[in-house]
């Protein structure tokens, strides 16, 4: 080879295609290749363990981590809805989606406190709770559409970085908001009773909170989906997605579509928001943070403006953070491993960002609704 190189002649096999490499792509190579060498390392050392050693994790542990990531990516896969819909048609990112999502929450505690005092949410848990999941929706349409009037609408034709800021000062004023009216402690959520203890499913036992969440977020995938594809409001959307000016042109009246846009997101978040709180039966203003940037990055690693990306990705964010860290971290000297799921979720980001910008579902250019 150096024969070759020496005399002129064109390097041939895999030392021709190692120096076709750009440096950047080179990076992305030996970064790559660190990553899979340490995930691998580190996986082996933790199932390794012997069964007398504190880290062991049993089958049936690994399991209740898988179920618990689902059922979190579900949560994760209903908020990153919003973010891919309204990027799909208008080509922004609404920051403020979290605090959607946290504005559910919030309302539907206020209504679970009253019913749990009146005796009803016990006596009619099935009412009680369709009661809660209606008013978190309700609660959370109105305030993205709000958003979308008096926020977004006048800074449609600016530049795609004033709407960014914008969706950021958005999220701000709601959080601080919250705080204003409500206090910045966090709020114990009322127990529906029917909902707590386990359901046994293939001889496998789920929190039945899990079941609900799980439940609930594929109906509203499943609705979505059809509703996008079949209704005429859906096709109107794709078509907004495509190309404002020619849809304006074909009749559609784009701005009560974007306002739909931002409606569907609002209830799904909504939605996400009263699972989210029963599940972890609290409220705080800032709930929606951490949700909403980890639903963001849910979207990105599916696609970001695909609604089946967005799916796909919240449920391989919720399960790589629930099991990630203790799969990866139990069998090497990192003491406390769980705590840093959040540092798989970002890392995540970063890693799709640098080598799949577009998603596992998404391509090189514009993504669409």
Same mark, same amino acid.
């Given at each position: 080879m150096a024969e070759r190189a020496r005399v002129g002649l064109p390097l041939t096999g895999l030392p021709a295609r190692l120096s076709q490499l750009s440096p950047r792509r080179a990076i992305q190579v030996v970064l790559l290749i660190l990553i899979v060498v340490g995930v691998t390392y580190g996986t082996w050392k933790t199932l390794a363990l012997p069964k007398s050693d504190p880290r062991h994790f049993t089958g049936s542990a690994w399991r209740d981590l898988v179920v618990f990531g689902v059922a979190q990516g579900s949560i994760y896969a209903m908020i990153a809805l919003g973010y891919t819909m309204v990027y799909g048609v208008l080509l922004m990112i609404n920051f403020a989606h979290g605090e959607v999502f946290m504005t559910g929450a919030f309302a539907s505690y206020f209504v679970a406190t009253s019913l749990d005092g009146s005796g009803f949410l016990n006596k009619n848990p099935i009412a009680a709770i369709a009661i809660l999941i209606f008013v978190g929706m309700v609660v959370s349409?109105?305030? *993205?559409?709000?958003?979308?009037?008096?926020?977004?609408?006048?800074?449609?034709n600016a530049p795609r970085l004033v709407p960014l800021i914008t969706a950021i000062g958005a999220s701000l004023f709601l959080q601080n908001t919250a705080v204003g009216f409500f206090g910045s402690q966090a709020q114990g959520y009322p127990t529906v009773n029917v909902i707590q203890g386990t359901w046994k499913i293939f001889g496998i036992s789920i929190l039945r909170t899990q079941v609900l969440t799980i439940l609930a977020a594929v109906i509203g995938m499943i609705a979505l989906t059809l509703f996008v594809a079949r209704t005429k409001t859906g096709k109107s959307m794709r078509a907004v997605a495509q190309d404002k000016e020619t849809a304006a042109l074909m009749g559609i009246d784009v701005d009560k579509v974007i306002v739909k846009?931002? *409606? #569907?997101?609002?209830?799904?978040?909504g939605l996400a928001g009263v699972?989210? *709180?029963?599940?972890?039966?609290?409220v705080d203003p800032f709930m929606g943070f951490v949700p909403g940037i980890k639903a963001f990055t849910a979207a990105v690693l599916g696609g970001i403006g695909s609604i089946g990306g967005a799916a796909l990705g919240g449920l391989i964010l919720g399960i790589l953070e629930s099991v990630?860290?203790?799969?990866?971290?139990?069998?090497?000297?990192?003491?406390?491993?769980?705590?840093?799921?959040?540092?798989?979720?970002?890392? #995540?980001?970063?890693?799709?960002? #640098?080598?799949?910008?577009?998603? #596992?579902?998404?391509?090189?250019g514009q993504e669409k609704v």
């Amino acid at each position: 080879m150096a024969e070759r190189a020496r005399v002129g002649l064109p390097l041939t096999g895999l030392p021709a295609r190692l120096s076709q490499l750009s440096p950047r792509r080179a990076i992305q190579v030996v970064l790559l290749i660190l990553i899979v060498v340490g995930v691998t390392y580190g996986t082996w050392k933790t199932l390794a363990l012997p069964k007398s050693d504190p880290r062991h994790f049993t089958g049936s542990a690994w399991r209740d981590l898988v179920v618990f990531g689902v059922a979190q990516g579900s949560i994760y896969a209903m908020i990153a809805l919003g973010y891919t819909m309204v990027y799909g048609v208008l080509l922004m990112i609404n920051f403020a989606h979290g605090e959607v999502f946290m504005t559910g929450a919030f309302a539907s505690y206020f209504v679970a406190t009253s019913l749990d005092g009146s005796g009803f949410l016990n006596k009619n848990p099935i009412a009680a709770i369709a009661i809660l999941i209606f008013v978190g929706m309700v609660v959370s349409t109105g305030v *993205a559409v709000l958003l979308e009037r008096v926020a977004y609408r006048p800074l449609r034709n600016a530049p795609r970085l004033v709407p960014l800021i914008t969706a950021i000062g958005a999220s701000l004023f709601l959080q601080n908001t919250a705080v204003g009216f409500f206090g910045s402690q966090a709020q114990g959520y009322p127990t529906v009773n029917v909902i707590q203890g386990t359901w046994k499913i293939f001889g496998i036992s789920i929190l039945r909170t899990q079941v609900l969440t799980i439940l609930a977020a594929v109906i509203g995938m499943i609705a979505l989906t059809l509703f996008v594809a079949r209704t005429k409001t859906g096709k109107s959307m794709r078509a907004v997605a495509q190309d404002k000016e020619t849809a304006a042109l074909m009749g559609i009246d784009v701005d009560k579509v974007i306002v739909k846009t931002f *409606a #569907i997101g609002g209830m799904l978040a909504g939605l996400a928001g009263v699972l989210y *709180a029963l599940v972890f039966s609290e409220v705080d203003p800032f709930m929606g943070f951490v949700p909403g940037i980890k639903a963001f990055t849910a979207a990105v690693l599916g696609g970001i403006g695909s609604i089946g990306g967005a799916a796909l990705g919240g449920l391989i964010l919720g399960i790589l953070e629930s099991v990630g860290p203790s799969l990866f971290l139990n069998g090497t000297h990192v003491p406390s491993p769980t705590q840093l799921r959040d540092v798989v979720a970002f890392t #995540i980001l970063v890693l799709v960002l #640098i080598f799949r910008p577009g998603g #596992i579902l998404g391509g090189g250019g514009q993504e669409k609704v």
